[in-house]
T-cell receptor
């Protein structure tokens, strides 16, 4: 069964350092999502891509976070510099259809647990 | 504003039945999802409701009442492996998912 791949699974870094997370969606899935999930809370959407284009990045803290999906396949999320409050699980999800105008089930990767010291 | 409410935590006994409720107030409605999330793992899709009524899938069933802004997830014949968080998420008028904080379900022997 096809799965969303993410790496690394765990990352420990010091504040002010840069970190990067990678996601490879299910093959053929047009839409890719990056979420942040703090323990005990639901996922919070950071950015949504339709192919290589950003559809929604309204909740992405753009002063320190950036995301790209250059060829419309895999994606990278970067934080620079990391802050203590960034400690969370970073989840990547993909869905098969194009965004907007239709319901689309999201399939999640295993996540990257980030700890900022 | 948009809001999804779920109980924070529930406890049930192995072999029993438990109902996890979800109420929502969103800008439009295009469907409601339930996901299961084991501790430290990613959410996995359980069910999707867009029409009123009950959808049954094995031991799990999900119910929706759009007029009441209400859904529940029913888990029967509980097993220890059902200990997890259960997330309710609503698709708003823009097909964006609004997530609840999740209900942590504890199963006791």
């Amino acid at each position: 069964e096809a799965e969303v791949a993410q790496s690394p699974r765990y990352k420990i870094t010091e504040k002010s350092q840069a970190v990067a997370f990678w996601c490879d969606p299910i093959s053929g899935h047009a839409t890719l999502y990056w979420y942040r999930q703090i323990l005990g809370q639901g996922p919070e959407l950071l950015v949504q891509f339709q192919d290589e284009s950003v559809v929604d990045d309204s909740q992405l803290p753009k002063d320190r976070f950036s995301a790209e999906r250059l060829k419309g396949v895999d994606s990278t999320l970067k934080i620079q510099p990391a802050e203590l409050g960034d400690s969370a699980m970073y989840l990547c999800a993909s869905s098969p259809l194009g965004s907007g105008g239709s319901t689309d089930t999201q399939y999640f990767g295993p996540g990257t647990r980030l700890t900022v010291l | 504003g948009q809001n999804i409410d779920q109980p924070t935590e529930m406890t049930a006994t192995e072999g029993a039945i438990v109902q996890i409720n979800c109420t929502y107030q969103t800008s439009g409605f295009n469907g409601l999802f339930w996901y299961q999330q084991h501790a430290g793992e990613a959410p996995t899709f359980l069910s999707y409701n867009v029409l009123d009524g009950l959808e049954e899938k094995g031991r799990f069933s999900s119910f929706l009442s759009r007029s009441k802004g209400y859904s529940y997830l029913l888990l029967k014949e509980l097993q220890m492996k059902d200990s997890a968080s259960y997330l309710c998420a609503v698709e708003d008028s823009n097909y964006q998912l609004i997530w609840g904080a999740g209900t942590k379900l504890i199963i006791k022997p």
